[in-house]
């Protein structure tokens, strides 16, 4: 019989990608969501209630239990940092303690960010360098990262950590800078807006494809031993980059479209990030296999072929970004 995975944030992209991922292994996929809606093998629980997670994990009886839900947004952070304690650290802890009162012998995977590292101590950036977050969201999920450590290394819980650098695709928020920019290109390419307001151009992260890097999460669980891995491509671009690969796609430069509005600037800058995988292709024998330039020419190409699906009034009635 096949195993059960229970997904938290299951309906954000990597909790999509990871499902259908894991649907195709034949396991049976359980996604917790805040409010219960109409379809089959989603559970209601919350984060903030460890009551509902308990019933859920009580309900679904996983081997394995992936943690992705947070409040994930760099930006909002800051404004609701609070909240961003209570959801991606303290959320994390309830979760662990569910599962230790249900049962042990779950394996846990926590989805950790290259924010931790924040202002860089080495580069690149691996397991065993320094951290520094620079955010409510990087100190929120740092707590979340020693948190798993703790839990099994006191408990002997198999809970793992995987430190993810930046990762893209189409089914990304459009609140996120890669989307931001893919979307607002194709908008200016169908005449719908005309200048992109961006913040810094100059700070640098290491982005791959969303897609592969659930492989490493579940690969993470397959393991004798838990353990904690960063996963990333080892190569950063500019967010200027970005925006000359996104729209030179659709025969444009980017330097005619785009302003720079300083209120888009962070309090704390992370100026640059690139992720050292090596620990993951030594154990694991994870690789990334979509390069940056493919990534955002497919983020791109998505984005203009749903604009152009929708209605004209609709398109029109689109608040530009």
């Excluded at 989603?42 to 679904?60: E, F, K, M, R, T």
Aim: glycine share 8%; net charge neutral; hydrophobic share 40%.
């Amino acid at each position: 019989m096949g195993k059960t995975a229970l997904i938290t944030g299951i309906t954000g992209q990597d909790g999509s990608y990871l499902a259908e991922f894991l649907l195709a292994k034949g396991y049976k996929v359980y996604g917790l969501v805040r409010r219960l809606q109409h379809r089959l093998d989603l559970l209601p629980g919350d984060l903030l209630d460890q009551n509902s997670l308990i019933s859920a994990i009580q309900q679904a009886e996983p081997q394995e239990v992936y943690n992705l839900a947070s409040q994930s947004f760099v930006p909002t952070s800051w404004n609701q940092p609070v909240l961003t304690g209570e959801f991606t650290a303290l959320g994390v802890t309830r979760l662990l303690e569910s599962i230790r009162i249900v049962n042990p012998k779950i394996r846990f995977y926590q989805a950790s960010s290259s924010e931790m590292f924040g202002m860089v101590q080495e580069s690149p950036q691996n397991e065993k360098t320094p951290f520094y977050p620079r955010s409510p969201y990087g100190v929120a999920k740092l707590y979340g990262h020693w948190i798993t450590v703790n839990h099994r290394e006191s408990y002997g819980l198999f809970a793992c950590s995987g430190i993810l650098f930046n990762h893209e695709s189409p089914r990304r928020g459009n609140e996120f800078v890669t989307r931001k920019v893919t979307y607002a290109a194709a908008r200016v390419k169908l005449g719908l807006q005309k200048k992109l307001p961006m913040g810094n151009l100059d700070a640098e992260r290491d982005w791959g494809f969303a897609g592969d890097y659930v492989e490493a999460m579940w690969l993470m669980l397959q393991q004798d031993r838990p353990g904690d891995y960063v996963v990333a491509t080892g190569l950063s671009h500019s967010v200027r980059q970005l925006l000359e690969t996104a729209f030179a796609r659709l025969g444009m430069d980017y330097r005619e479209h785009v302003e720079t509005d300083p209120g888009l600037i962070r309090p704390a800058e992370i100026y640059h990030l690139r992720g050292d995988y090596s620990k993951a292709e030594k154990e694991l024998g994870w690789r990334p296999r979509l390069a940056f330039e493919e990534l955002i020419r497919l983020m791109v190409d998505a984005d203009l072929e749903r604009l152009r699906a929708q209605p004209i009034s609709a398109r029109a009635g689109e608040t530009p970004r």
